[in-house]
């Protein structure tokens, strides 16, 4: 399986390493040996582009049980959102961003259960069929 695309340059990842929190493992309590925070990140972009279950991660990623936690773990951390802008400053020293213009783009879709009726519909001929009211 090529997983080539989910590394992560060293140049990125020295700025994404500073938005994830310090993890202390107590080697006390046993357990496995705790798997590098770049190692989980590139198992988290690897789902996230793949859009595969957690439990479909290559192994070379760690578990993905594990991914899947330390992903909640650290959007609720705010890491993501840091990572976007160091992201976007990383981009515009590496090429540069015009700031000046911005766009927009939006989706019409329909309603699953068709939202609220404005109103009653009043028929355009009368109706041949019997009431049942009358």
């Given at each position: ?9 060293d140049?990125?990842?020295e ?6 929190p310090?993890?202390r ?11 590098p925070?770049?190692?989980l ?36 951390a705010?890491?993501?959102r840091?990572m ?23 989706a ?14 009043r028929?355009i001929?009368p ?8």
């Amino acid at each position: 399986m090529d997983t080539k695309f989910a590394e992560l340059p060293d140049a990125v990842w020295e700025r994404v390493r500073l938005c994830i929190p310090a993890r202390r493992h107590d080697k006390s309590k046993g357990g496995r040996p705790p798997i590098p925070d770049r190692v989980l990140m590139c198992g988290i972009l690897y789902r996230l582009r793949t859009g595969c279950q957690w439990d479909a991660i290559p192994s070379e990623f760690g578990s993905g049980t594990t991914c899947y936690r330390r992903f909640v773990e650290w959007t609720k951390a705010g890491v993501f959102r840091l990572m976007h802008l160091e992201m976007l400053l990383y981009y515009d020293q590496q090429v540069g961003i015009d700031w000046a213009w911005a766009s927009l783009d939006s989706a019409s879709v329909k309603a699953p259960k068709g939202g609220s009726s404005p109103g009653p519909i009043r028929p355009i001929a009368p109706s041949s069929a019997p009431s049942a009211t009358s």
